[in-house]
């Protein structure tokens, strides 16, 4: 009964870390109350839990993890992929039968690795992943539009990831249960504007290696392949950048700890997904080194063709 | 006196091809007359001309180069940097002594080797670059604005790339004459809202390697690896595509002919800096297998610092 128009999703709903995306969920549960009762967020630095509080986007700040989640039905960690682990650790013993855990990692096989030694069968953990952010990040830098018209992905089946030991201590023995946690989850995604669409979390590391994590990786490279130039060439790299690399390079700007750890966090996908594109640029310069001209226009021609099937998906 | 505020700086102004560049050029040049008291325009496509005539952006249209270039004190060829050889071996035994002839290829060493064993002293050859462009091209594309603030380079010492046997061939015995002519060249680019820097050829193809070409190959060949992938996840890249693909690859909608002719043409410099990229890449991989953190945050923070730059220079 919990989703009807008068009594919202969730009674009393944590939001661990109240960084970029868990400032902006804060935010949009702030201006829809249909969303929880009592909005609740925690940091383990008293700095940013008096900041948060003097924006009043929560009502209640924490530096204690224990005050927060007490009572508690839905939890949300919004920390970096490599601290999922460590927290739920901490919190699972605390939680009250029932409660839905969440988390919003990149990536997700990892951290559904991390979090699975720690679950109980009575606490439903569903992983997402929604796919909105900006460059910037820290409580100041969420809105309460972020995720709008934005994907959700929202990865369930736990169970493709974990050891069968785990599977028995974490799954619920009643799988409409997971189901209703699951569909309470992506009722809260909708109602903040994002589209939802459920994914093995095995395939999900993969289309984020190729998305997101991938066009990163070589953005953050041919930077510091062009600081190594010499110091010339260097200084006029940045007085010419307009001319491609100023726009290949913007997702450079990204926060490092987190590409740290998504890049360690989505290793096989990426490493893979690296291993294919090395391949096709060898291919590349090979074509260019012996002039293989069909080749090299097969390549563009292929490369717009992308490009064209993004613009009429109006992503571009 | 020919740059006198009341004499313009050309009596009969050709330009060779009214693409992109061609077409701009000719419309910044209708605004300010003091750039040419004749505009001439000229396409070996009748239906170009027909077009071009229609646009009303030059004074003369012909198909035919003779007619075009018959009495002109300037001639620029804004064409594919494959077909400049063979225009030149047109047009220069048509051309009056004194004349400026210029380009306007976005690579300089294979432009000046296939233009200069053709030239004559009395011609005086000033390579150009505008770096301005949009991924679209034809008469349509251009507009007068096209080069504001953009960067214009210079690079007329081709003495540095061509055979004892050209120079002698090819340079004016009065270097003031030389000078003269780079001077008018660089002052039609100012005309147009450019800033023009002069360049030596050979450093011109590595900047521009690895500012420009480097990261078109990059985008091209990551969009095939995507291509590449089986259906299912293929059609995932373009859904989330918002995740960075989207940013990474946008310049790889430019026009196909006119980059494979880049990459053919500046070879050398393309390569030299592709290696370095996947030497970069490369290790990159390794730390990443590795975990070797420490390496990843002074790649990635690397990367940003670079980004920081460019936006220090007002280029991001």
Chains 1, 2 share one sequence.
Request: hydrophobic share 40%.
């Amino acid at each position: 009964m919990q989703d009807s128009p008068i009594s919202p999703l969730f009674e009393r709903l944590v939001i661990i870390g109240p960084g970029l995306i868990g400032s902006s969920l804060l935010r949009r549960a702030c201006l829809d109350r249909t969303i929880a009762r009592t909005l609740v967020t925690t940091d383990h630095n008293p700095q940013v839990c008096a900041h948060v509080t003097q924006l009043g986007i929560a009502d209640e700040v924490h530096t204690e993890l224990a005050a927060a989640v007490e009572g508690a039905d839905g939890v949300i960690l919004c920390i970096p992929v490599g601290a999922m682990g460590e927290v739920t650790e901490q919190i699972i013993p605390l939680l009250s039968p029932g409660t839905l855990l969440s988390e919003v990692g990149s990536t997700k096989v990892s951290v559904i690795r991390a979090v699975s030694p720690f679950l109980r069968p009575d606490i439903f953990f569903i992983p997402t992943h929604p796919m909105a952010g900006t460059e910037f990040s820290g409580p100041d830098a969420g809105f309460s539009t972020l995720f709008e018209n934005r994907w959700c992905l929202i990865t369930p089946n736990i169970e493709t990831v974990t050891t069968e030991t785990q599977k028995e201590r974490t799954l619920s023995p009643l799988p409409q249960e997971r189901e209703n946690a699951t569909r309470k989850i992506e009722t809260l995604w909708q109602k903040t504007g994002a589209k939802t669409r459920r994914m093995d979390p095995i395939h999900h590391d993969k289309v984020c290696a190729m998305v997101s994590h991938l066009p990163h990786l070589l953005a953050f490279t041919i930077c510091s392949t062009a600081d190594d130039l010499a110091d010339e060439t260097r200084s006029e790299v940045l007085d010419y950048a307009a001319s491609g690399f100023r726009d290949f390079t913007r997702i450079a700007s990204s926060d490092p700890i987190m590409w740290r750890d998504i890049f360690l966090n989505n290793k096989e996908a990426l490493l893979e997904m690296l291993a294919r594109f090395m391949e096709d640029a060898q291919a590349m310069a090979r074509a260019i080194r012996w002039e293989d001209s069909e080749f090299i226009m097969d390549r563009i021609e292929r490369g717009r063709r992308i490009r064209h099937s993004l613009i009429d998906n109006k992503q571009a």
